[in-house]
């Protein structure tokens, strides 16, 4: 059986965090841009487990799931702040909201 090379998950890798910051810069509703920035996360956690697997390590399986626990708290703290947002403003539209400027 032949190994996937470490250059398909880097290619992944590379095209989930593309997708993800185009969305990121594009996207103006708050959900979404949730969503693009965990598309973006993702991917590096993809790139910490391929090289753990290339090196025979677990140093950056360790950090992955470090990184999922950290990924899922923001998830959970930005969705609150925006359904906050919603029941104030009816909309979570970033562009036409100014509520957290100075």
């Known amino acids: 059986m032949t190994a996937i090379p470490l250059t398909f998950y880097l ?5 989930l965090f593309s997708i ?7 996207h103006k509703s708050g959900i979404r841009m ?5 598309l973006m ?5 993809i790139n910490l487990v391929a ?4 090196t025979d390590t677990l140093n950056g399986q360790v950090f992955a799931i470090f990184s999922i ?7 959970a703290v930005g969705f609150a702040i925006f ?3 919603y029941r104030m403003h009816d909309k979570i ?3 036409e909201l100014n509520i957290l400027r100075w």
């Open 69 to 75: 626990a950290l990924a899922a708290a923001e998830a």
């Open 20 to 26: 993800g910051l185009y969305g990121v810069m594009t």
């Open 83 to 85: 359904m906050a947002i």
């Open 93 to 95: 539209n970033l562009d």
């Open 11 to 15: 290619g992944l890798a590379a095209l």
């Open 51 to 54: 090289f753990s697997s290339y």
């Open 41 to 45: 996360l993702n991917s590096a956690n």
């Open 34 to 38: 949730i969503m693009c920035i965990e």
